[in-house]
């Protein structure tokens, strides 16, 4: 493996484990069985390296969430798998585990960035496919990415908050019935 990759992979250990903030290039450098200065000749600083981990997670989140789509289905459960393997890999994927609960305890600024960075790129992913769905005469002409950012907040609403806060999670099958039975319907063409 190319140093570069260990470093990645090191950084990745930290953060998941310590958070931001309490990440150190330091032991990074010490995870990696590195010199610190190795580190600065593929990244400049702490947030440069954490922005590069961030990202390929994204991706790696985006990759399922595109593997879990059958394209012959309905905009609706495209809609709903999709969601639901985001939201599935956002609370199951330590590294942004961590930095949830960094956000909420701490609120540093370079976590809430990236945070708003990783949700973004739900939004987007899910606009880009209702846009679709809007071309094709499946759903009724609106603004993508405002609908977007309602399904998504509307999801992690009862896919994360609602167990929370209630104390038992709803059924995936609960929840896509009630997407089907309200936003879902009122959308389609």
């Known amino acids: 493996m190319d140093r570069r990759k260990e470093i990645i992979l090191a950084a990745t250990r930290s953060f998941s484990m310590f958070g931001y903030k309490a990440t150190t290039m330091d032991q990074v450098a010490k995870i990696a069985k590195v010199g610190k200065g190795t580190i600065y000749t593929f990244f400049s600083n702490k947030e440069e390296l954490f922005q590069e981990i961030v990202r390929s ?13 059958d394209p012959e289905e309905p905009f609706r ?15 199951q994927h330590a590294l942004l585990g961590k930095l949830i609960e960094e956000e909420k305890e701490i609120r540093t600024q370079a976590v809430q960035e990236m945070l708003l960075e990783v949700e973004d790129e739900i939004v987007g992913f899910i ?31 009862f896919v994360i908050e609602w167990p929370e806060t209630r104390g038992e999670p709803l059924k995936e099958e609960t929840i896509a019935n009630l997407f089907n039975e309200t936003l879902f319907r009122g959308l389609l063409a």
Do not use: N, W
């Open 57 to 69: 997670t994204i991706r790696e989140m985006r990759s399922e969430a595109e593997a879990v789509i």
């Open 77 to 91: 459960l495209k809609a709903h798998q999709a969601l639901m393997k985001m939201l599935e890999f956002r609370e």
């Open 127 to 157: 606009a880009g496919k209702l846009k679709m769905a809007i071309e094709r005469g499946e759903v009724r002409p609106c603004d993508p990415k405002l609908v977007a950012y309602m399904l998504f907040k509307s999801y992690l609403a």
